[in-house]
């Protein structure tokens, strides 16, 4: 079959396709939406839970019920003569894994004697504005927005300034990775008067209509998979098109089936597309969470694992000797431990979570970040398709994106306006393609982490780490430090 | 009766009185309360009514209903190439009036060569969310807000930029009086990517919770009242124990119904506050409207107003004399025609008007200001009782004042911050107490203007302005100017 008859049989199947959730409203953002990943906290952070009354509604005032917003607090290093407060900016779930997962705040903390304080995100963790609620109807999610998250950390900071003992002279540094990331810049956007500063790290806050060309984000993945073996690249573009004829022959639906270990077999068409989407997951995934080390919150993967996963496509192959090649690496991601019994292709295990949830919520109104591949690089042919996104949204949720919205209410890139904020990306990570890569002004700085992953800055410090993330964190410490006032250091 | 008495008696009078509007839900803002001030459109100004579709609520998605958005376009003066736009953030009322009330813009459009827009601010006038249904129940009103009203404004700029030809690379300018130029600055400060700076003229953004002593409205009334004769504020301070002695004496209150002329007697103790109350808001809006000239929208009213309503109480007064020579104040300021029949002072006649309505709930959910007088200038003494005014506003609305939302929100003094805002103020206007006096930075600079009322400098150029504020709108216009990168005009 010739690429372009090829081209055309994913069209027929996209326009019937039962779309797979990054389908159906864009890419997963956190590493956190893998509930496997979120099963471990590798260490012994002392901290004391907390809760504060937040109004549901800030926006609006006929609704006047408030929630408790949970959040954590570590005061152990803290200097309450004048030590700076550093607030993390929860993302789309529990607040104990972003503590636990942003070993940098704790790194530098006893150096800085700044309080440490984790604020959980409204609609996540134990912070639903309806209890159990919360997620029973759409009418209820209705006050989930980036809008209302930030209003609720600025009152949360105005209270801790006003009745910590010693606080009220404290500067407050916004912290956060990912969409806590662009939450973090947000906040220092439209608060300033809360926030002295802000490290947004891997914040695509320009992933967003108009902003970012679509293809960007599927160039970056490629980009990542290319540095580790171009031949590997090759191996998965040519994957596809060995999926569709190899699921053509006779018996061939059951030979992908076995070869990768299906827990739901391939049985017709219609679930090729959705097979091919749950390996551009995987090599998203791979690539965000390409880190230098055996994650400590990722033991289930190896060090550098996309470097892994293209030893065994290193060569070139084709026909079932790709498909037996690439099983290994849906065996390395989904199977490392070797305790799986067979690859859940149609559900990650998160569906449930209300990280999964909410963030189809988020992605269905704010967040809606086009995503697209011409298929020339690791993904399929995959174009973007707005009203296919938001007849979906309105059939789950009853309710349909903005896709302008977010531009218009966080600048664009008219970021010269602001001050005070650090974009650090890695150049490994998807999400940088949706980042700030340079400079805005003195003050609005973009650090690249060449070999960087999502978020890698932000995480503990390890034998292991790169010299590029060595080197990011000691200029992110000495911008923290000039906001501070301090003088520099190591 | 001793002042001390008179003070316990008043303060029992407090505990029982039927409050009126003024103290029930805080002082009327704009001089667009009054309603007999909106009746005439004095000028000729050309434009075209136009109206956009917006979004009931910004920041929620549940609700997706839209509404039609007022706003009134005059491009007759304006170079598609490049020329700016000159945008008007419509406060409390029918934008129709605040464009011809706004010469300032017309008077400066052609050398500018500006596009005039007028924005009507969301549910005033015609721009009714829920339309004739829109006042009828409180949930109606749950969007109405500052946040959502300029939320309406970046829309339609963002709008107007990208569908009118040549407005693509116009930079946007707000301009406001009042909570209008509240309005304007908040639109800087929350979206500078869409206009470029703002003129905000007598904007009070510090009239609220724990940015201003809530004394300091009466205070700069007083001296407004002050700088016209001492003795007048002697004998208006001296007036609220008269009233109060008269009233006890044999036909007090009969005398006072006829002195004044009301249209409703005064009966019982209980009428007394609220006829005091009456007659501080007189005061405040004779120092609000104390324009050099006999105003246009303002026919019923001379030049300097407070200059003539203090040539009846010039020489030191007491009994029956001073409550004689005060009717003729209210006298002048009800019925300088000579046309009313009565004095109407249980209702202004403004009660039905939106902009009444409206003012009332925002004063009720975000725009609590704080106010209150000792009672050594020219009001009796008057107490601040947050509690009051949120019961009274549950009752009405089922809504209660956030107090500290809106310094949360809009930075409260941190306006360092933000750059390119203009904070003009009349230093007769009561309300320039809580307004920005001093300049923050070299880009947020404050104009003062001696013997200007409220926003003089928005009104149309008039010979008989005061040199003062001819240099302020000389300065204004320079530093637009500058701004927009043109040379420095006159």
């Given at each position: 079959?010739?690429?372009?008859?090829?081209?055309?049989?994913?069209?027929?199947?996209?326009?019937?396709?039962i779309?797979?959730?990054?389908?159906?409203?864009?890419?997963?953002?956190?590493?956190?939406?893998?509930?496997?990943?979120?099963?471990?906290?590798?260490?012994?952070?002392?901290?004391?839970?907390?809760?504060?009354?937040?109004?549901?509604?800030?926006?609006?005032?006929?609704?006047?019920?408030?929630?408790?917003?949970?959040?954590?607090?570590?005061?152990?290093?803290?200097?309450?003569?004048?030590?700076?407060?550093?607030f993390?900016?929860?993302?789309?779930?529990?607040?104990?894994?972003?503590?636990?997962?942003?070993?940098?705040?704790?790194?530098?903390?006893?150096?800085?004697?700044?309080?440490?304080?984790?604020?959980?995100?409204?609609?996540?963790?134990?912070?639903l504005?309806?209890?159990?609620?919360?997620?029973?109807?759409?009418?209820?999610?209705?006050?989930?927005?980036?809008?209302?998250?930030?209003?609720?950390?600025?009152?949360?900071?105005?209270?801790?300034?006003?009745?910590?003992?010693?606080?009220?002279?404290?500067?407050v540094?916004?912290?956060?990775?990912?969409?806590?990331?662009?939450?973090?810049?947000?906040?220092?956007?439209?608060?300033?008067?809360?926030?002295?500063?802000?490290l947004?790290?891997?914040?695509?806050?320009?992933?967003?209509?108009?902003?970012?060309?679509?293809?960007?984000?599927?160039?970056?993945?490629?980009?990542?998979?290319?540095?580790?073996?171009?031949?590997c690249?090759?191996?998965?573009?040519?994957?596809?098109?060995?999926?569709?004829?190899?699921?053509?022959?006779?018996?061939?639906?059951?030979?992908?089936?076995?070869?990768?270990?299906?827990?739901?077999?391939?049985?017709?068409?219609?679930?090729?597309?959705?097979?091919?989407?749950?390996?551009?997951d995987?090599?998203?995934?791979?690539?965000?969470?390409?880190?230098?080390?055996?994650?400590?919150?990722?033991?289930?993967?190896?060090?550098?694992?996309?470097?892994?996963?293209?030893?065994?496509?290193?060569?070139?192959?084709?026909?079932?000797?790709?498909?037996?090649?690439?099983?290994?690496?849906?065996?390395?991601?989904?199977?490392?431990?070797?305790?799986t019994?067979?690859?859940?292709?149609?559900?990650?295990g998160?569906?449930?979570?209300?990280?999964?949830?909410?963030?189809?919520?988020?992605?269905?109104?704010e967040?809606v970040?086009?995503?697209?591949?011409?298929?020339?690089?690791?993904?399929?042919?995959?174009?973007?398709?707005?009203?296919?996104?938001?007849?979906?949204?309105?059939?789950?949720?009853?309710?349909?994106?903005?896709?302008?919205?977010?531009?218009?209410?966080?600048?664009?890139?008219?970021?010269?306006?602001?001050?005070?904020?650090?974009?650090?990306?890695?150049?490994?990570?998807?999400?940088?393609?949706?980042?700030?890569?340079?400079?805005?002004?003195?003050?609005?700085?973009?650090?690249?982490?060449?070999?960087?992953?999502?978020?890698?800055?932000?995480?503990?410090?390890?034998?292991?780490?790169?010299?590029?993330?060595?080197?990011?964190?000691?200029?992110?410490?000495?911008?923290?430090?000039?906001?501070?006032?301090?003088?520099?250091?190591?």
């Amino acid at each position: 079959m010739s690429h372009s008859t090829f081209i055309i049989v994913i069209l027929n199947i996209f326009s019937v396709l039962i779309l797979s959730e990054s389908l159906r409203f864009g890419k997963p953002m956190s590493i956190l939406r893998n509930k496997k990943l979120t099963s471990r906290i590798p260490n012994d952070y002392k901290y004391r839970t907390l809760y504060f009354n937040q109004q549901v509604d800030h926006f609006g005032f006929a609704n006047n019920q408030t929630f408790k917003q949970r959040y954590l607090l570590a005061d152990q290093f803290w200097s309450r003569n004048g030590g700076p407060i550093f607030f993390y900016t929860g993302n789309e779930g529990d607040i104990d894994w972003f503590c636990n997962n942003t070993g940098y705040m704790w790194d530098i903390a006893p150096d800085f004697k700044a309080l440490l304080v984790f604020a959980e995100h409204r609609y996540y963790g134990e912070s639903l504005p309806f209890g159990s609620d919360t997620y029973k109807n759409a009418t209820f999610l209705n006050y989930l927005s980036s809008e209302q998250a930030l209003a609720d950390f600025a009152e949360l900071i105005r209270y801790l300034k006003a009745t910590l003992p010693g606080a009220q002279n404290s500067p407050v540094i916004a912290f956060g990775g990912s969409y806590g990331g662009m939450l973090a810049a947000w906040l220092r956007i439209k608060y300033p008067n809360v926030v002295i500063g802000s490290l947004a790290a891997s914040a695509p806050i320009w992933q967003f209509t108009g902003l970012t060309p679509c293809n960007a984000f599927d160039d970056t993945t490629s980009a990542t998979w290319l540095d580790a073996s171009p031949t590997c690249v090759d191996n998965i573009h040519k994957s596809y098109y060995v999926i569709e004829s190899t699921s053509q022959s006779e018996g061939g639906y059951q030979f992908i089936t076995e070869t990768f270990g299906l827990c739901s077999p391939l049985t017709s068409k219609y679930d090729l597309q959705p097979f091919m989407a749950f390996l551009v997951d995987m090599y998203v995934n791979l690539a965000m969470v390409n880190y230098p080390y055996p994650a400590s919150f990722l033991a289930d993967l190896p060090g550098w694992p996309v470097k892994v996963a293209c030893s065994y496509l290193s060569e070139p192959l084709d026909g079932k000797d790709l498909l037996r090649a690439l099983a290994k690496v849906t065996n390395m991601y989904f199977n490392f431990t070797g305790n799986t019994k067979c690859v859940n292709w149609t559900d990650d295990g998160s569906a449930g979570s209300l990280g999964y949830q909410g963030w189809n919520y988020q992605s269905c109104t704010e967040m809606v970040m086009p995503m697209c591949s011409n298929g020339s690089g690791i993904s399929y042919n995959n174009p973007w398709d707005f009203q296919q996104v938001s007849d979906n949204c309105y059939e789950t949720y009853k309710v349909r994106p903005r896709e302008n919205w977010i531009s218009l209410e966080y600048w664009a890139k008219q970021l010269k306006e602001t001050s005070n904020i650090i974009f650090s990306n890695g150049l490994y990570d998807p999400w940088s393609s949706g980042g700030v890569m340079e400079s805005i002004s003195d003050t609005v700085i973009a650090i690249q982490i060449p070999k960087g992953a999502h978020h890698l800055d932000l995480r503990a410090k390890n034998p292991l780490d790169t010299p590029s993330v060595i080197r990011a964190r000691i200029q992110e410490g000495n911008i923290l430090r000039s906001w501070l006032k301090l003088t520099p250091g190591l």
